[in-house]
């Protein structure tokens, strides 16, 4: 059994997907993201998750892949939570991300952390 008490790999993430950091797009705050890019072990929304691919990063669709028990493993040891203390540790509190309305400003800011 993984760590979260399952041993159906999808479920896994699924679960780690409902902690309270991972409610949300690491990158853009979008609501309910859709997606976990693997490189990082965050949970990335639609518009962002083409942006990683753009970039050649490895990104699975929560409800439509299935996931291996390494692939759930690594969530279960990241999530935006840990990413955050890693890609942000020096991120000014209270600075907010760009406006993300437009590709061009989701890159931008992908990159940047």
């Known amino acids: ?12 993430i699924r679960v780690v997907r409902k902690r309270k950091a991972n409610r949300r797009c690491f990158d853009c705050r979008a609501r309910a993201p859709q997606y976990l890019c693997l490189e990082y072990a965050t949970f990335v929304c639609t518009n962002c998750a083409g ?10 669709s929560i409800t439509m892949s299935s996931f291996s028990d390494r692939e759930a493993d690594l969530a279960e040891g990241g999530g935006n939570a840990r990413a955050k203390m890693v890609w942000l540790g020096k991120w000014k509190k209270g600075k907010t991300p760009p406006s993300l309305g437009d590709d061009e400003s989701r890159r931008s800011h992908i990159t940047l952390k």
Do not use: T
């Open 1 to 12: 059994l993984g760590a979260m008490g399952s041993d159906d790999p999808s479920a896994r």
């Open 51 to 60: 942006v990683h691919r753009g970039f050649g990063r490895r990104v699975k």
